[in-house]
C-alpha cells in the first residue's frame, strides 16, 4: 500500500502544522515555515517542523547527556536534591514555554532555545567559567572564554565529530544571545535575541536560577530563610512557587504588545535585589572560599598541562602543528566539554600518585 504521504496534492503534517501555526500563533511570533533557515541546507522532515527537529536534535546530542553531571551552583553535592545544569536547564524550558504558550509565541522554537542555552557550560559552574577565560587567555590574550559563545560553538562545531547539528538560524541566535550574566533585567535590546521566543528564554534564565539558587542555598545552609530580602519577598511571595508565579505572570503581563518582553517596574526591581542577595551572599561566598580555589587549581593546571602534552587531548596532536592558539582553542574545548566528576578523573590520574587517588 502506497505511503498517502507521497501524493503530492497531500500537504505533509510537517505542512499541516505549519499552517496552524498561521492560524493560532501571534502575529509576533517566529513561524516555523518561515525559517531563516540552516547553516547547510537539507531536506525538511515529512513529520516535525524546523523547530521540532532542533529541539530533538539538542536532546539526543552528547554534551546535552553531559549537563546531567555538572554543577550548577554547588560542586559534585552528593546530596541528591541539588540542582545540576541540566535540571536548571529543564526548569528554564518549563518556564519559557509557560511564557510562550501565555503570549502564543512559538513553543518548539521556545523549548529549543531553552535546551541549548547551557550545552556550552564548563564543569564547576561560573567557577569553572571564570577560570578557564583566565587560563586560555595566558595561551591567547586575544581570546576569551564565555559559556553563551561556547554552546553556539557546540552546536555549530563540536558535536556529531566536528559536523555541527546543522540547526536553524533562529535556535542558533537564541542560543547565542541568551545570557546577561549578573546584569540587571531588561537586558538592552541590541544585545538580546532577535526573537520574542529568545527573549522567553532571556527572562526564563533569570527567573528559574534566582529561585532554584535560593532552594538549594537553604538547603545547604549557607543562608537562612529570614536572611532573605523581606522588600522583595514582600513583591514576590514568601514561597518558591510563590516567587516563580509572580515573575512569570507579571513578564506574561507586560509583554502583550510591544517588540520585547518585559516586567514591570516593581517586580522586576524586586528581581533585580534578589540576584543581587544571591550574587554577595551566595555566588561571591562560594568563589571565595576553599573549593573555589580548587577549582580554579583543578581548571588552570589541567589547562596547562594539556598544553604542554598535546597528544593526551583529542586532536591535540594535529592542532599542536598550528600554532599555540589553535592548541589552546582545542584544549578550552575539552575542558570546557568536562563533566565535573570526568574533570576530577582527570585531575587524579595526572597528578596524585595512584595509592592517593580517591582520597
Known amino acids: 500500500m502506497p505511503c498517502p504521504y507521497e501524493c503530492s496534492t497531500m500537504p505533509t503534517l510537517r505542512e499541516q502544522y505549519e499552517q496552524l501555526e498561521d492560524q493560532i500563533l501571534s502575529p509576533r511570533a517566529a513561524k516555523s515555515a518561515h525559517t531563516k533557515g540552516r547553516q547547510r541546507p537539507e531536506e525538511p522532515c515529512p513529520i516535525r517542523t524546523a523547530f521540532q527537529r532542533d529541539r530533538d536534535r539538542i536532546i539526543h546530542c552528547k554534551a546535552f547527556r553531559r549537563l546531567s553531571h555538572k554543577t550548577q551552583v554547588f560542586i559534585a553535592p552528593e546530596a541528591d536534591h541539588y540542582r545540576t545544569r541540566l535540571t536548571h536547564t529543564l526548569e528554564v524550558a ?10 502564543r509565541l512559538n513553543e518548539d522554537l521556545t523549548e529549543a532555545i531553552a535546551l541549548g542555552h547551557d550545552l556550552g557550560h564548563t564543569p564547576f559552574g561560573h567557577m569553572g567559567e571564570y577560570a578557564l577565560d583566565a587560563v586560555y587567555r595566558e595561551y591567547d590574550p586575544s581570546a576569551h572564554f564565555h559559556h553563551s559563545e561556547q554552546s553556539l560553538r557546540v552546536v555549530e562545531v563540536l558535536e ?6 546543522n540547526l536553524t538560524s533562529e535556535v542558533r541566535d537564541g542560543i547565542a544571545n541568551h545570557s546577561k550574566g549578573m546584569d540587571d533585567l531588561p537586558m538592552p535590546p541590541e544585545s538580546g535575541p532577535h526573537t520574542l521566543e529568545g527573549w522567553a528564554v532571556v527572562y526564563a534564565d533569570r527567573i528559574a536560577y534566582i529561585n532554584h539558587d535560593i532552594d538549594d542555598a537553604l538547603r545547604a545552609g ?11 519577598l514582600a513583591v514576590l511571595g514568601q514561597t518558591h512557587a510563590q516567587r516563580i508565579t509572580t515573575m512569570v505572570s507579571d513578564v506574561v503581563a507586560h509583554s502583550q504588545a510591544g517588540p520585547y518582553l518585559a516586567m514591570g517596574e516593581e517586580v522586576q526591581e524586586a528581581t533585580n535585589r534578589l540576584k543581587d542577595f ?3 551572599r551566595v555566588y561571591r561566598a562560594a568563589a571565595r572560599d576553599d573549593e573555589g580555589d580548587r577549582v580554579r587549581r583543578i581548571v588552570t593546571t589541567m589547562f596547562r598541562f594539556y598544553m604542554e602534552n598535546p597528544g593526551k587531548v583529542p586532536g591535540g596532536a594535529d592542532a599542536a602543528g598550528g600554532g599555540q592558539p589553535r592548541l589552546a582553542r582545542v584544549v578550552c574545548d575539552y575542558l570546557a566539554g568536562m563533566t565535573d566528576r570526568f574533570a576530577i578523573q582527570q585531575f587524579q590520574a595526572n597528578f596524585l600518585p595512584p595509592r592517593w587517588r580517591g582520597v
Open 94 to 103: 518549563q518556564i519559557a514555554r509557560t511564557i510562550a504558550r501565555a503570549l
Open 222 to 232: 549557607l543562608i537562612a530563610q529570614e536572611s532573605l530580602p523581606k522588600d522583595c
Open 278 to 280: 544571591l550574587l554577595d
Open 160 to 165: 556529531k565529530e566536528g559536523e555541527g547539528l
